[in-house]
């Protein structure tokens, strides 16, 4: 058989691989506003890089595959390359899905870290003063950070081919509007404590 014989064979192959559906949740578009992202996602589980290069908000949109479940892990790695000390991270969900657990967030240098709830679609992260100046793990990315849970997300019937965002904020705040904040989370962290000892 020459080559020729094999090319529509060829085509109908390339064609047939470029329009398979996707199996696990991928990266599909971002917003990325100067910084850098780098997609690791696997069946049941967003698993991204964010290098930072300007504090700016990254919108991500993830698709959902055919073998994800009800719900996804989500591990990040957020890479701070401004040079100046991370203060705090938010992230935003969109397109129908919501928090179904907030994991941990470990600093690289910085003593430690608040993660706090804002509503179903809303997580906050307050790092410890004096901030950091590398980066911050989201989840348990390595599988051997010791104490760190997954973050994981409903998907709320959300099925393959159907898309939602996450998006990424990351800030250095004023140094009042971070004392305000920690108070205001002191106060509902000891409102909390009454009640469960009640």
Known sequence: MTIKTYLPILALASALAATAPAHAVSLTGSTLNGNAVSDYSTDGQIAFDLGVNRFSPVTLTFTVGANDGATLALDAWIDNLTGDNLRSIGLSLGGGVSFATLGTASPRFAPGAIVAGQGPQQAAI?????????????????????????????????????????????????????????????????????????
């Open 126 to 198: 307050w790092l410890a003063a004096p901030g950091e100046g590398l980066g911050v793990e989201l989840g348990d990315v390595y599988g051997t950070t010791v104490g760190a849970s997954d973050w994981t997300l409903n998907l709320n019937g959300l099925g393959a081919g159907q898309s939602f965002t996450v998006t990424v904020t990351s800030a250095v705040p004023e140094p009042q509007s971070i004392a305000m904040a920690l108070a205001g989370l002191a106060v509902v962290v000891r409102l909390a404590r009454r009640r469960t000892s009640a």
